[in-house]
């Protein structure tokens, strides 16, 4: 690890401050900077902590419904919210299935946001890779690739974006709200990440010195009764998605009024599937309906690599998501949350979950 | 039992039939001694060692796979605030043993600097020393190696491949048994299958590391190590220095699995700087750092073909592995031997071939050979007992050994028909339906049955251990042993406890030290039988002698008891015709003038025992699989095993080391691989977030069934090793029931999730 200044600003003010100089990262958890300082990915001049900066720790209800909450809110006391796991269910799901118990205890709300990508390539400093080195090349392209993305890639990078928590977030429009040299201002999500072009792969539209300092939900009660996210991945817990899927939908009685839906693990921005939410709209909630929807999603898929199968896979991690979501919310969120399997606390899902 | 050991034997227990025959400790369940150490975090592992004084080694570790370090930045290095200093091939100080040179009987070469060329990524290529962990690692970013490259050989188009002089450490190469040619022209039904594995690495939770500190020409080492006296004698020769001089302290290790018994380099330079500063110096691998230096389980292919009559009966039984080994050594997984000990073929041809890859050596790996070699056969015996028409277990029944396939050899004692039986009971195994894809559950999901047979041979090292009866009655018994995270502390000195007619809470037990007598390897799943065999004899040496001291004293009650016989029992000797005659330790050892009286064993295989009879331990595992039919998402729901080994001496411990071996199984049937980058040669999932072992989740319900078995023959103490057991039949009982939920027959491990769409 190289040597760096290490500062604690006071103010939000003082933050954005020095984080405008150039080398400058923001330490909040550090659950991924501090791994990627580790392993010489990230090497900065200057570590600025911001994880006692003041007023950012908080979950708020507003007069409208709507729920702003601090960036430095850890992933679990979100999750664990009774408030907020009863509106947002399924981002509850997805926060609780990400990472570890350990690091879910830790990890911020802002930090997840941003959270870097997984690939092996970006990982390993001897390996060209656009997204660290801008210009370099990307050897993921022509490499162990399986877990690549499959929506939105170009030659420039085939990375995925690893959140869970981002997926629903996605679905749901939430707002972030970022103080920048220029002030505060907000973004929604789908504009927050950047898919790679024909000449790079810049992460993010933030501008040096950005500090997201909170994400604000609009009341969404419509969706709340029917509201899943369900993730495979290659072992129970602790462990990436391979693909994931949020359905979230609005049924007046067995046709679906409206449906916001998202899938994680296929692209290097979580995916927000409108084409598929387009063709839900005043269907019957049936399987054939869920495969046209998956369909849509899926229109423009491709494979970057040996990773064909990840296709085939987001497509019924989607249908998987309706059919469940259909079913209507858990009234606990399941011992093993996203898991496909399931729960052994619950029932028996019944209906057409499974077809062989 | 020999006669002079049993005129003292250690006396029944007041408990059930089966353990009387073992006293009052062995066949205990105990709880670990050393439990209260780890749980409250003041057990000592290496690296908790913070001699004064001490700086911090790193190993700069190449990034190339293939070629050799043009240039280094050393003055950067060296700049860097904290920095001491850079050992390069440039300016190592010689070595007293040539490290190209292998150092029997497990040493291999070792990459010490000794030159600048670059065989494996991750090899060390330089070591930098400072008074900071923070300066050391920086210090090694600065160096910035430059390489000239040459293509990274690292698959089997590439590999070159060599016909082997030998397996694992000193196996043949191939064997053969009866007329091959014979059984397959004899064969009504023919199998044939092609097996992959893939590299797997140990991952023990600690990882290497060594704290050394000179006193001159002495050495002493905190580091983790399986084989005390054997890697003392290697360290000595590589600095030149009496075998006496060099202390190994390894009290705890976090976990071996055959890493941490040879000798590797970044800990010989470690030891080295510590000599050439003057000042003690720590080395610890990170997790990354261990993907290339201290072993791993070679990447095997497999070709296995069956031959059977057209009572299912095996005719001929061809395995032919090819073993990936590194550029520079030998060392091969001797996967094929796994086909030698298990079914009754008339004729067997196992073989061998090389391929040598541009990665760091392979080594022994909890079940080398028997769990790679096993995953496939296990799958093989399975498709054929489907090619017959047959239930895998009536299959296996069928083709049941009686006796070692193509030696004839006797078993010492073989329950594996009891480990089936017990087993298949437990797991309902009767209620399968022959074909696949005939079962779902309440949810709709696929579920399948498979099942594996599980074998390891039974080495025996030389052993040695000291047992000290104390005036107040109690004892000390001394051996270097390696508690690797088993239970050695516990177990063995369970061991002493019963030689020595004591309580186990009146034995104080030393081990995990090279000054204490040589316990041998923990390795091969022998370190009970090994250094429970040495302890067993010593205790006996000691009562023996106070035997000697009761029985010719005419004021002892035992006086005259010497024809007869004495038992050892809760610290007295009765006298074996009448019980009413006795007297405590204390006592004898008061009168006779002396403080205390000292047994000692050096302890071995009669080499007769091997010669004449096949030593193994056995089981059965049974699995069952649940699928999601549109997800292919598979999860382990139950696993049953029914193991045989011997006799048990903490069921508590070895049903431990059943399950450790178990959940392994299952993680080499679906979780485990290290991927390397094809093109440079680089491991490019070299942490434990990527390179995937199960959690606690993926583990369903466990069962291990500890099989009653006798042994009289495979050692005086009747006992066969457990800890590698447990992963054989494991790999080869979840791929057959994947096969038994959907009909695909996945032959590469892991099985993933696109097999099954």
Redesign the interface.
Known sequence: ???FDFIRPTSLADAVAAGTSPGSVYLAAGTNLIDLMK??VTRPERVIDISRLPGLDRIEWLPDGSVRIGALVRNSDLAYDKRFAAAYPAVAEALLSGASAQLRNAATVGGNLLQRT?C??FQ?T??ACNRREPGSGC?AL???N?LHAVLGWTEQCIATHPSDFCVPLAALDAMVEIEGQDGRRELPIGALHRLPDAHGATESVLAPGDLITGLRLSESTAFAAHARYVK?R??????FA?VSAVALLSMDGDRIKASRLALGGVAAKPWRASAAEAALVGQRATREAFERAATAALGDARPSGDNA?KI??AH??L??ALTLAHQGTPKVLPA?PAS???DPHSP??KGD???? | MSPEISSHQAAPSETKAAANRYGSNAGQPLTRRDGLLKVTGRATYAADNHPEGLVFAVTAVSRIARGRVRAMNIDAAKAHPGVIDVLTPANRPPLSHDPDEKMPPFGFRVEVLQDDGVRYANQPIALVIAETLEAATEGAVLLDPQYDVEPARVDRATGLRFDPPGVGVGGDPSTAYGDLDAGFSQAAVTLEGEYETPPQYHNAMEPHAVVAEWDGDRVTLDMPNQALAMSCASYAAFFGIPVENVTIRSPFLGGGFGSKAIINGPQILAILAARMLKRPVKLVLTRAQMYGPVGHRGQTWQKLRLGMDSDGQLTALHHRSMSATSAFEDFLEPAANASLPLYASPAILVEHEGLRLDTGTPGPMRAPGEASGSAALEVAIDEAAEACGMDPLAFRLKNYAETEPGTGKPFSSKALRTCYAQGAARFGWSRRPLSPGQMRDENGLLVGWGMGTAVFHCPHFPAEARATLRADGTALVETGAADMGQGAWTALAQIAAEALGLDADQVEFHAGLSTLPDAGVAGGSAHTASAGLALHQAGGDAIARLTDLAVNDPQSPLFGAGNIGVIARRGRLYRRDDEARHESYAQILARSGQSEIIGTAKSARDPAVASDHALYSHGAVFAEVKIDPDLGQIRTTRLVGAFAAGRVINPRLVQSQYFGGMIWGLSFALHEEAVTDKRTGRIMNADLAEYRVPVNADIPPLEAILVDEEDAIVNPIGVKGVGEIGITGTVGAIANAVWHATGKRIRKFPIRIEDML
Do not use: C, K, W
């Not at chain 1, 290659?234 to 462990?239: F, I, L, Q, V």
């Not at chain 1, 979950?353 to 062989?356: F, G, I, Q």
């Open positions: 690890m190289n040597r392993i010489g997984r092996a390539y390993d001897a390996s050897d022509q490499g162990e399986r495979l290659e072992r129970t817990s602790y462990a391979i199968f085939t896979l019924r991690i249908v998987r093993l496909p399997f399931p028996a899902p979950l499974h077809v062989a």
